[in-house]
């Protein structure tokens, strides 16, 4: 084939455009890799004097320019950045807490963090910025992350009020958490004198089960290596592992911080020396400012904890605190499809405020039952969670029991329900149940967590129903299982069960089910054993 003039000319002109965009689009990549290494440069050689990158973040310094921090450095650079993280707008000490550390270490980036403007606004010394969290719609989104307003190698983190009187306090603190190592402790702590004492705790958080758990640590000679801390204390951590925290800078900062950390493995260890004083004590100066604090303090906590998913915290002292459902909330799950609820899918069990709303209400219906003359046992997988556990099984979501169903006239709750739901002086439901001929008891007209009743009737020997379920479990079986009907332990009360435990179980879910627990859908979501 021959190639006319015209053709040849438009491949000549094609290629020739083809090397012009070429060695243009080298020369522009050569240019921004110079950019990059001057910006580079440029950003090591500013940020001893700042430690935030120039133009992010909030200054607040009287007569600085935006990104300019008062202090020389030192040749190297600070190595530290003081974080300031809890205080209140109401009343707060940290422009004092500022002005102690740059007084005594001039060349230290000081952070003070908050959700939002502070108002009345802070008054910061030269050498001190605000970073506020909170996203505008006309910044950046680096403006509002912290990770981009801390360069140095550490970080210190300070509560409100507290004063650096020895210079030298930081370089010990770095020294003992260089001293570990790759170890465990990956945080390392000192008291605030003249505040509440500070201690050592051990934090086990369960996030399948979702709760925190607190026990006291004990001390050692050279000082305390635990998972948490409570009290007043003055904190360093790494800044690599600081800001690979899911939430790194969360209120109230130690709780967010421990739970965090927990869940890695990691420990912080107190020092008993040095110590660090606290200029303003108490924090605050009124009764009702005290009280508006520890007001913020509840609510932050209860909304840290919701975020976390920890619906229930064992404290020290044997208390509990919990963030769940009540009677007077929904519960914490919604309408179950397929025998597995949303939870299962997350890798959680049922949680433990829904637990307790269930063993109430099994208390109270089998108190019912009993002063009424209503024969009743323990069944299908409430049964079974006897057998295991002696309680409800962990992932199980409601309560089964049988009655006979001669026996209901005896009860007032339940002989007058074909006319409606009944709402008893306790604030318990009592209902026929839409899904079937069975009743069902719920834990109060907001929380639907509930006791399932199922009646049996007796017909030659076997225990039978007029009406059945998909559930495998819902079969028939001989009345001889309910003669007698024996007392078990369950979830805190003695109930009563089929006498031969055993081969009922068998018999409603096949041989071996006490051994192999499962979920109720394995064809959903099926247990994993090996994490029992």
């Keep these: 084939m021959r190639i006319s003039l015209c053709q040849g000319l ?11 965009l070429y060695y243009v689009s080298r020369a522009q990549q050569q240019m921004m890799d110079k950019r990059k290494e001057l910006g580079r440069g440029t950003r090591r050689a500013a940020l001893p004097a700042s430690g935030l990158g120039g133009g992010l973040g909030v200054p607040v310094g009287a007569g600085g320019e935006p990104g300019v921090v008062g202090g020389e450095g030192h040749s190297r650079g600070p190595r530290v950045t003081v974080l300031l993280r809890e205080f209140e707008n109401f009343e707060n000490y940290v422009g004092d807490v500022a002005n102690s550390f740059l007084r005594q270490r001039p060349e230290l980036p000081f952070l003070a963090v908050a959700d939002t403007s502070p108002y009345p606004p802070l008054v910061l010394p030269e050498g001190a910025r605000l970073l506020v969290l909170s996203p505008s719609p006309d ?51 000192a008291p605030v004198l003249a505040r509440s004492a500070v201690q050592c705790l051990h934090l086990r958080v369960n996030l ?70 606290a200029n303003h004590r108490p924090l605050f100066s009124s009764a009702h400012n005290q009280w508006k604090a520890e ?38 799950f919604g309408t179950v499809q397929d025998d597995t609820p949303d939870y299962l ?14 063993r109430e209400t099994t208390k109270y219906v089998i108190n019912i039952l009993e002063t009424s003359g ?18 409800i099984i962990p992932w199980d979501y409601d309560v089964d029991l049988g009655i006979y169903l001669e026996d209901i006239p005896n009860c007032d709750h339940l002989k007058n329900l074909d006319s409606g739901s009944l709402v008893d002086a306790n604030g318990y439901v009592w209902e026929r149940a839409v899904e079937g001929d069975f009743y069902r008891v719920q834990y109060s007209e907001a929380n639907h967590l509930h006791v399932d009743l199922w009646p049996f009737y007796p017909r030659n020997g076997v225990m039978t129903k007029d009406t ?60 994993d054993r090996s994490k029992l």
């Excluded at 690979?244 to 890695?264: I, K």
């Excluded at 609510?299 to 998913?309: D, I, N, V, Y």
């Excluded at 899918?345 to 269930?358: G, K």
Aim: hydrophobic share 35%; proline share 8%; net charge neutral.
């Design 139 to 189: 910044q950046p989104p680096q403006a509002h992350r912290p990770e981009f307003h801390v360069q140095t190698e550490f970080v210190l983190l300070v509560p409100d009020g507290v004063e650096l009187e020895q210079p030298r306090a930081i370089e010990r603190l770095i020294r003992e958490l260089e001293g570990e190592g790759g170890g465990p402790v990956r945080l390392v702590a």
């Design 10 to 20: 438009l491949t000549g002109a094609i290629i020739l455009n083809l090397l012009i």
């Design 295 to 332: 007001t913020r303090l509840k609510e932050a906590t209860g909304k840290l904890m919701r975020s976390f998913g920890l619906k229930r915290l064992l404290l020290p002292d044997g208390k509990e605190q919990w963030y769940g459902c009540s009677k007077e909330t929904p519960r914490c």
């Design 345 to 358: 899918y997350l890798d959680r069990w049922t949680p433990p405020c829904c637990l307790r709303a269930l």
């Design 208 to 277: 399948r089960e979702w709760t925190a758990t607190y026990s006291p640590a004990a001390s050692g000679s050279s000082g305390s290596v635990c998972s948490a801390l409570q009290g007043d204390a003055v904190v360093l951590i790494r800044t690599e592992d600081l800001f690979n925290l899911s939430v790194p800078v969360g209120r109230p900062l130690f709780s967010s911080l421990f739970v965090q950390t927990a869940l890695r493995g990691w420990k912080v260890k107190l020092l008993e020396s040095p110590c660090f004083a």
């Design 374 to 391: 209503v024969r009743y046992w323990l069944e299908g997988g409430t049964l079974l969670g006897a057998v295991r556990h002696q309680d």
């Design 468 to 527: 059945w379920t998909e559930h495998k479990q819902d079969v028939e079986f001989p009345e001889h299982f309910l003669q007698p009907l024996v007392p078990m332990s369950f979830a805190g009360v003695t109930a009563y069960s089929p006498n031969n435990h055993r081969g009922f179980l068998e018999l409603k879910f096949g041989e071996g089910v006490i051994e192999n627990p499962q979920y109720p859908n394995p064809s959903k979501k099926r247990l």
